[in-house]
């Protein structure tokens, strides 16, 4: 007995059934196995035994055939048939050493069998070498079963392919990893092969069979049908077993389902590279293929095109109405984007290109990149059938119809950069120099437009010290009165910006650096309480200003504690709110109209008036501006220009002064410069004006001397009898 044997054997003992009917056998039986540290239980006949064996589950059980009762056959027969004792040892012990009765122990499932007399020096030896098989046979049965639930985990299957009888068989995990049938044994590599799509069973086959040949290992990916139908990815990898002589007999190997794995690589890939909103490829695949195509156009001496392209207004749609409408729109514009690109008389045609590539590169900007280009006139026209199409019909987003525009900024290659970053940068600033130039419109890169990068930075600079140095001014225009004889209401501030020898800039060309600096915050803080200090400083020589209107930008108004800042300004020079007019534009007031509401209701209650500058210019929503606690809109100059020759606009204008009646809102015309605009804007009520006609933004001393009641109506006399 071995040692582990031993130590096993007196850890748990080990139970024996002893069955007979014959008391001295039993006793003769326990002696001679308790000697060898069993436990010995009795039975005296067969139904006894069931009993004893349903309750104890002995180990092993040695049945005696001729008993009363029940016999040995039927107990031990009936004992295999429970659920418990398929698998307990159970030995016959017969005194009939005929060739029938041992067959009959085997037909009833006797594990083995001994013969009466019993040896009994042996017995206990016999009894040993059985508990220790049935033992052996049990951790086979349950390693088999893991390695097949293993099998299952693992999506793995094992085969086994015999070369001379080409008989192939399958692991049992088959069937749960790859559903229901597996071909016959007897079908051999030919049964495999009808398991994979028509395509793939030539080449796996020639693999296996010449990896067979010259005893070689052998690794492939391949494709399966599931009995469903359903192709799914496996990987095989198969080994030859060669005999003494060295001859291959079988080839054995295992195939796993890598289907799984394929998918998450491929997504792990598109996460990698590709956009998940518009499944077009992301910076990093752009940069690959502008690399790419750059090393080609060195190679055959061509030319690379990249056209930079970010939506109009994309924020604006973005914070009015959610990030999914900016999402929703995103997509559109993808879609129009690849229509363009693929309708045959559009972009790709028109350029002769060898290749084209789209992508976003985030936000909503977009890169489309034309490689192998022989002539580079073509470019621009691409770009305008981009955008043609881009706005040819509307998209509906959110239940809105939008036009889709686009600003292009176009940098080519090798001439407007050496590198992909350079190239991304010169179009970058000629898309900047398109959006200044109106948007919806291209640009192509120009080294001048670096220059003007430039010094739009050192303006940055020189404008962070203006206000220190006492170089910013305001200029007042005043409003005017129509129905009462243009009486003066009140003035607009308007900054200028002295620089020591360079003249006054105009804030056309310093807001929009100050607002994408920040710096628009203290300018505007530095605008409001000048404004505030000069209505008080008018008041002091006894003039009547009426109220002045400041100047909002975006991020001023969304600042936190503006509120606060417009009373303390107010408080500082002891003013009355009403003599503060606060002008915002279109876009400012629209976006996220809710929290803007509170805050216009705040500033109104405070008694500020407000009013919409610029309007007409952007997105407006009636429904919107119903709710908000407004004073004035303010006609934009581009409007009141062509009124009296260009009949849309004159349309409008009507239809902003109809609205303003309807709405109980003050309309003022900005821009009037001719008698006869002022005349139309009277004839159809406009209430109030402002304009070169009456006079140009002045500085603080010059606007005074407008602050008298008649100066206006008698210019205004003049005017109409000249
Ligand atoms: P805005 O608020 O619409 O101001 C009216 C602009 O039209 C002013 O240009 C004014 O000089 C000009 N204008 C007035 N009458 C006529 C006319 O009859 N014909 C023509 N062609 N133009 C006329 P300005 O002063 O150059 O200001 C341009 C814009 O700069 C302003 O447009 C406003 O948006 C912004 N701005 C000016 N001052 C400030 C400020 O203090 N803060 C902020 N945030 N923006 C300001
Ligand atoms: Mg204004
Ligand atoms: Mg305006």
Redesign the pocket.
């Known amino acids: 007995m071995s040692e582990t044997m031993s130590t096993m054997a007196s850890r748990d003992e080990r139970l024996i059934l002893v069955v007979d009917d014959d008391l001295a056998m039993r006793l003769l039986m326990r002696e001679s196995l308790e000697q060898a540290d069993l436990r010995v239980i009795e039975a005296e006949n067969g139904e006894q035994a069931i009993e004893r064996f349903e309750k104890e589950r002995p180990d092993l059980i040695l049945m005696d055939v001729q008993m009363p009762v029940l016999d040995g056959f039927s107990a031990c027969a009936r004992i295999r048939a429970s659920a418990a004792g398929e698998q307990v040892t159970i030995v016959m012990v017969t005194g009939l050493e005929d060739v029938a009765s041992i067959q009959r122990a085997y037909d009833v499932g006797a594990t083995d069998f001994i013969t009466k007399p019993v040896n009994w020096p042996i017995l206990n030896h016999r009894v040993r070498y059985l508990l220790r098989a049935a033992d052996a046979i049990h951790s086979l049965r349950e390693s088999e079963h893991k390695l097949s639930q293993a099998q299952v985990v693992a999506r793995l299957v094992h085969w086994e392919w015999d070369l001379d009888k080409d008989i192939w068989c399958w692991s049992p995990s088959f069937a749960s990893v790859f559903g229901g049938l597996r071909e016959e044994p007897e079908a051999g590599i030919e049964g495999f092969l009808s398991l994979l799509p028509g395509s793939e069973r030539a080449r796996v086959g020639n693999a296996l069979k010449s990896a067979a040949a010259q005893c070689a290992s052998c690794s492939i990916d391949h494709a399966i049908r599931h009995p469903d139908g359903e192709i799914h990815n496996v990987h095989t990898q198969a080994e030859v077993i060669v005999d003494p002589a060295g001859k291959a007999t079988r080839m054995h190997g295992i195939m796993q389902d890598i289907s799984e794995r394929k998918k998450a690589e491929e997504r792990i890939y598109f996460l990698a590279f590709y956009d998940a909103l518009t499944g077009l490829p992301n910076r990093q695949l752009f940069m690959e293929h502008a690399q790419r195509a750059l090393r080609q156009a060195d190679a055959d001496g061509k030319r690379v095109a990249l056209l930079y392209l970010d939506l109009d207004q994309f924020k604006r749609i973005n914070d009015t109405w959610g990030h999914s409408a900016g999402d929703e729109l995103l997509r559109h514009v993808s879609r129009r984007l690849q229509e363009s690109l693929q309708d045959p008389d559009k972009v790709s045609q028109i350029a002769n290109a060898e290749g084209y590539s789209l992508s976003r590169l985030g936000g909503d900007e977009f890169t489309l990149l034309l490689s192998g280009l022989e002539d580079t006139q073509v470019v621009a026209q691409v770009a305008d059938r981009v955008l043609e199409h881009l706005s040819t019909e509307p998209v509906r987003v959110s239940g809105q119809d939008i036009y889709i525009r686009a600003s292009i900024g176009i940098a080519v290659y090798p001439d407007d950069g050496k590198g992909v970053e350079t190239l991304l940068k010169n179009a970058d600033t000629a898309m900047y120099q398109a959006k200044r130039s109106g948007r919806d419109t291209f640009r192509c890169y120009t080294n001048q437009m670096n220059a003007q990068f430039a010094k739009r930075l050192s303006m940055e600079t020189r404008l962070k010290q203006a206000i220190e140095r006492d170089e910013l001014v305001?200029?007042y225009?005043p409003k005017l009165d129509l129905s009462e004889n243009c009486r003066l209401i009140g003035f607009?501030?308007?900054?200028?910006w002295e620089q020591p020898g360079m003249g006054l800039v105009?804030?056309?060309e310093f807001?929009p650096v100050a607002e994408d600096s920040g710096l628009?915050i203290p300018?505007?803080e530095w605008?409001l309480d000048t404004a505030c200090r000069q209505i008080r400083d008018w008041r002091a020589h006894g003039l009547s200003p009426g109220h002045v209107g400041?100047?909002?930008?975006f991020q001023?108004f969304k600042q936190q504690g503006l509120l606060r800042q417009v009373l303390n300004a107010l408080g500082r020079y002891l003013l009355e709110p009403s003599m503060l007019e606060l002008?915002l534009?279109e876009s400012t007031v629209m976006h996220d109209v809710d929290t803007n509401t509170v805050l216009l209701r705040n500033l109104k209650e405070a008694g500020i008036s407000l009013s919409i500058?610029?309007f007409g210019t952007g997105y407006s929503s009636l429904s919107y501006l119903k709710q908000l606690p407004l004073d004035a809109l303010?006609i934009?100059?581009s409007f009141v220009k062509d009124i009296t020759t260009d009949s849309n606009d004159a349309a409008i204008i009507r239809a902003i002064i109809a609205l303003g009646k309807t709405l109980d809102l003050k309309i003022v015309a900005?821009?009037?410069?001719t008698h006869e605009q002022l005349e139309y804007l009277r004839q159809h009520g406009c209430d109030y004006a402002?304009?070169?006609?009456f006079s140009?933004?002045l500085p603080a001393v010059d606007a005074e001397k407008l602050i008298d009641v008649t100066f206006f109506s008698r210019r205004a006399g003049k005017l109409s009898t000249a």
């Open positions: 305001l200029h225009q607009e501030a308007l900054v200028r105009p804030p056309d807001i628009i300018v505007g605008v400041v100047n909002l930008s001023q002008e534009t500058d610029d303010k934009d100059r900005e821009g009037v410069e402002q304009g070169y006609l140009r933004p």
